[in-house]
């Protein structure tokens, strides 16, 4: 019986020490990154984009004679028009849902998820 218990301490401390005694998961946040959201088709792409806090966003109309803008539905950003090749960032600081739409045609949705 000693000699079992001996042995279950061995193993246990020879455990706590291969993994150095931490049980804290290890878990990193995605980094900040820089993506795109092309408008074409009408259309944005990705409609869903999940980033980490801290990234940009920036939506570029690649329809050719359409404008565009990208408005946030709470009033978070809005592009303004964009025509064909315009261009438009944003940095999203806060992690949250962000759904946008189109005012020159509010049929074309988006969403960026902020993580």
Same mark, same amino acid.
Request: hydrophobic share 45%; aromatic share 8%; proline share 4%.
């Given at each position: ?17 291969? /993994?150095?005694? /931490? !049980? ?6 995605? #980094?900040? #990154? ?5 408008? #074409?088709?009408?259309?944005? #792409? ?5 980033? @980490? ?7 570029? =109309?690649?329809? @050719? =004679? ?6 946030? !539905? ?8 964009? =025509? ?8 999203? !600081?806060? @992690? ?20």
């Amino acid at each position: 019986m000693k000699r079992a218990l001996i042995l279950a301490t061995a193993l246990m401390l020879t455990v706590i020490a291969c /993994d150095g005694g /931490d !049980d804290e998961p290890t878990t990193s946040a995605p #980094a900040a #990154a820089e993506e795109t959201v092309e408008i #074409a088709d009408l259309a944005f #792409a990705p409609v869903e984009l999940t980033i @980490a806090a801290g990234s940009s966003v920036t939506w570029v =109309n690649a329809d @050719a =004679n359409l404008p565009h803008t990208a408005t946030s !539905d709470d009033e978070v950003f809005d592009s303004g028009t964009l =025509n064909e090749g315009d261009e438009f960032s944003f940095t999203f !600081d806060e @992690a949250g849902t962000f759904s946008y739409f189109c005012q020159v045609h509010p049929t074309m949705q988006g969403t960026i998820v902020v993580e």
